[in-house]
DNA sequence: TGGGATTTGTTCGTATGTATT
DNA sequence: GAATACATACGAACAAATCCC
């Protein structure tokens, strides 16, 4: 027998696919402040049983991307403004510790490496939102990661994620969240070791990104089922029984909204 | 029927009570780092389903007090030195921020209830010292639940569970984690208003803490059976089955204190 | 090293609760 | 407002992995 045994199966954990995925589909606003998250319509597009589901749910649910009422099952969060002015108050705390600690530790590999993200940025810029968006957020999820601090780390994740929320609810539309040019010159203090100066950036950098996103109204929502297609790496297995094979290729299906 | 149906049930979700217990009893040290959680044993002295048990215990592992390998099951989280520091960092840094926000904002009722709290901690202060860590604890959450920023609320009261499990695995037994002349100190800050004053103090409590809770050696664990016994709030059900019943009469099973 | 006992991973059925007509 | 349709809460049971002798 072989030595390295069928590891085709669970690779990663199952309830783990859904839970990227669905994290995924949030941050790229695919999924909008208030969508509706049954379990049934979310395991048949992952091809996994609602136990899978409900955990992946959970993990979102304590990530505060995602709300669960008792008997009403989960839906995409909707952080009010005062929670919004928390989260940034939350991630202003922890990136200024960040200039911090990467001012002291910071290396020209990872200087190259942040260098090399805000020219993703940059190409993304006002070519396309998504990809711009998520380019964004990764530049100060990765500097948290250099922090080396993995709980600090996990934090600026968290809300790195939650922001996208916020950005979507109250966001003008199509507002690139950060600033190639600040995350540039956020580079540069890092590069002299000037923690004072690039935690005054960073600062300054998340007090606009707050003013970009407070700004506008409540958006627009499309339908959860083909949005989830895209986000389902694996095939949903044929689903043998006899019900799914009933459902309508139906149109635009939009669900309510609040 | 009764217009108030039978409520006794889920007045709070039932994974809910799961939780609280084995998060206090993580916090009291009645648990200790290594710890093995097995699904069946909580479930019984619970009272509850496995399903239930998991919830509470994946609640628990993103809080980071459960480490869950994929098929080895769960055991109370046992931090690295590193990790330990990490931990510290993050608190300083979220502490110092509820500081600065305190300064401006807090009130002569918080001053009052602030002050309560202390006056528990001395009180409890070498004669109990399972309520002096338990106080202890509390006066840090107490001052970030009263910052108003429920974000870094729930990040500090997380991290403040974490540290009694670095305080179990590396520092000496019994050893107060938090001193009242401290606690004392940054109250008075507050009250004058000086939050660069309250934000230094925090500083060096919580270096002082740091430094208390790093120098010893691992520990003994004592058995989980009748540990949880002390924290299942309700009864174990009879558990109709022939296989609990094998269980052994044993002796002095007592539970429900408190 | 093998086999049995134990524990975890997952599915799925039933009961219960909520929304809708 | 009652009945229906639907979604969730929970638990029992099965399958697979691990542990232990």
Do not use: W
Not at 143 to 161: K, P
Request: with cysteine; net charge positive; glycine share 8%.
């Amino acid at each position: 027998m072989s030595l390295l045994k069928d590891r085709g199966r669970s690779a990663v954990s199952r309830s783990g696919v859904i839970y990227r995925g669905l994290r995924q589909a949030i941050s790229d606003h695919a999924l909008l402040p208030g969508d509706k998250l049954p379990e049934d319509t979310i395991g048949e597009r992952f091809g996994a049983s609602r136990t899978l589901v409900r955990e992946a749910l959970m993990r979102l649910k304590a990530e505060g991307l995602v709300d669960m009422q008792p008997n009403r099952g989960a839906a995409v969060a909707r952080p009010s403004l005062d929670e919004a002015r928390h989260i940034f108050a939350a991630r202003a705390c922890l990136e200024r510790e960040v200039m911090a600690t990467l001012a002291v530790s910071i290396t020209p590999r990872q200087l190259a490496a942040l260098e090399a993200q805000v020219e993703k940025e940059r190409d993304a810029d006002g070519k396309d939102g998504l990809e711009s968006i998520r380019f964004a957020g990764a530049f100060h999820v990765l500097l948290a990661e250099m922090s080396g601090n993995r709980v600090v780390a996990r934090y600026v994740d968290e809300l790195v994620s939650r922001c996208a929320l916020i950005i979507a609810l109250y966001g003008q539309p199509h507002a690139s969240d950060c600033a190639v040019s600040e995350h540039r010159s956020i580079i540069e203090a890092l590069r002299e070791r000037n923690g004072a100066q690039a935690a005054k950036l960073m600062a300054h950098h998340l007090g606009e990104v707050e003013g970009r996103a407070l700004l506008a109204q409540p958006s627009r929502r499309p339908d959860i089922g083909d949005i989830l297609g895209r986000y389902a790496l694996r095939r949903p297995r044929p689903a043998t029984g006899a019900k799914a094979a009933s459902e309508s290729p139906e149109a635009g299906r939009e669900n309510r909204r609040r």
